[in-house]
């Protein structure tokens, strides 16, 4: 007998037809011998409505009120999942985020897991109920609620499933697992039968859309396998795991596009020490998370600097940098919204050479100009205009033969 956790997303309960075949599927599992922990998102755009309603009321809503409001969703479907299992017959119970014991900081809308204490929970476990619980949310040090990040049930999952030493923790989707690519950017797209927990961080971060970031982190922390697979057809899915040897053999895992950045050129810098840092500290301490940063070769004591920042943040890196200007000693500032990031992962660049001359060399035969170049260990990432980033993703596909049976 294991102990399973289900995590299910909002489009998987988003209404009454879908819960009850959510519930279904939860007593399959839970009748092939298993105990289950369920981790619910919001019904369907429930959240999303919720902002817009708050926003409805006043523009700049308070964070702790947003927090009370939003961890509301969770809970309408987890209270609504659990009638449908009563209705099936079976014995389930639900658990807001607190009830659960999810101890969180004090950051509200984006706070982080801190502590989990889940003897209320294991106690439910142990009467043989189903526990389902409400995702994204806990209890800050406060005693008030507050929500972890949109995307957060996925790391509600993980931290439970560490917590409560699952076997495994599947995470249910409208996908049927992780991708080569965006399948609707590219047909021949494969779904993935595993991939390192290192390669999912980069495509996570990358805006893939398959799991929250810090879900990954944690569940690569803890060890926690995660299985991304469909909620709506029964077959494996992904597989989310710690590296192991043959991994390596595969050189590019997938390949990724972000188009929610933007591009900011900083012009006639003085050529001096400290002049970077002044600039980056500035927009650190706003909160603003730079991602590629390029610095021209100098000329006559000038320098160019080129940074990428989220687009929502844009607005508010110009006005930060040009506040600075006469200290920075820059000419101009120039912005551009109509760029994509493009990436290729895998934990085989490691082991294997020429694969940023190969990235390159597809590109240009497609002539895809580059205009900034950023690596890591198992990633090469490349800014290129908009109007190009369906066609890069597709060129790179077919370059790298993701496309192939492996
Ligand atoms: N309902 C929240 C969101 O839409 C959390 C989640 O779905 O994981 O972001
Ligand atoms: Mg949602």
Redesign the pocket.
Known sequence: MGVIVQKY??SSVADVECMRRVAQRILKTRDAGNQVVVVV??MGD???DLIDLAKKINPEPNEREMDAL?AT??QISSAILTMALHQLGADAVSLTGPQAGIFTDSVHTKAKIRALKPKRLLAQLKKNRVVVVA??QGLNPEEDIA????????T?AVALAAAIKADRCQILKDVEGVYTANPRVVPEAKKLDEIAYDEMLELASMGAEVL?SRAVEFAKNHNVVLEVMSSFVEKPGTLVREEVRNMEDIVVRGVASDKNQAKVTVRGLEDKPGVAGLMFTELARKSINVDMIVQNVSDKGETDITFTVPRGDLAKTVRTVEGMQSDLGAKDIVANEDIAKISIVGVGMRSHSGVAARMFEALAKHKINISMIATSEIKISVVIAKADADKAVQVLHRVFELGKKK
């Not at 929500?147 to 996925?154: A, V």
């Open positions: 997303g909002g998102s919001a429930t959240t999303d939003m969703g969770e995702g994204f929500t972890l990040g949109r995307g957060g049930s996925d509600t929250q």
